[in-house]
């Protein structure tokens, strides 16, 4: 090969090396960026702080500052968390119930502030929650302050029972009727005060 034609094709070889480098480079970066869009996917949204909360999650801790803010003043951002039993989460979730309240700073939205939260439980038959739930009954009333939204209150607990024939309950949950009644106060949500009671058949 003559000097002239080397020196013709020296700079066209080096343009291909290049060309490959730079192949290589973008490929690599391409696998990484949907690697890390597969993490993401299967990791979710738990643990990531946030502007809103989307449907299905809670959050267990507010910040406010300007992250979320088109302005100068702040806004919230959210801590994201997937509900599950024991969490102790700024707001309930679909499904679940709670069966105490505290206080604290976390979840307040206002310097300053104290705000709730909620110790999530999946309901079950036999546990004591703050609140009721479509899937199942209560048969007992009771009165704590472990479930009061105002400190140092006393507020009523419900004594869940998943609906069965047989059991006596507060209330008749849908698909039963009852065969016998009683009159006392353990559905009562006025201390000392009777209410019905009911054995329920279905």
Request: aromatic share 8%; with cysteine; hydrophobic share 40%.
């Amino acid at each position: 090969m003559s000097a002239a034609r080397t020196a013709r094709t020296g700079p066209i070889r080096l343009v291909l090396a290049a060309l490959a480098s730079l192949a290589l480079l973008f490929s690599g970066a391409a696998t990484a960026t949907t690697a890390s869009a597969a993490t993401s996917a299967t990791t979710g949204l738990d643990g990531v702080w946030a502007c809103d909360v989307p449907a299905g999650y809670v959050y267990d801790q507010v910040s406010m500052n300007r992250t979320c803010s088109s302005g100068s003043w702040n806004a919230p951002q959210f801590h994201l968390r997937t509900p599950v039993d024991g969490l102790t989460a700024c707001k309930s979730s679909p499904g679940f119930v709670y069966d105490a309240i505290t206080w604290g700073s976390a979840c307040s939205q206002i310097s300053g502030v104290t705000s709730n939260m909620y110790h999530l439980r999946v309901p079950v038959d036999g546990l004591t929650a703050c609140m009721g739930t479509p899937a199942f009954t209560y048969d007992m009333i009771t009165y704590t302050s472990a479930c009061s939204i105002n400190q140092g209150v006393q507020a009523t607990t419900f004594h869940l029972r998943k609906p069965a024939n047989g059991i006596w309950a507060c209330e008749i949950p849908k698909g039963f009727t009852y065969s016998q009644s009683v009159q006392n106060t353990d559905c009562s949500s006025i201390r000392g005060v009777q209410s019905t009671k009911y054995l329920l058949l279905g």
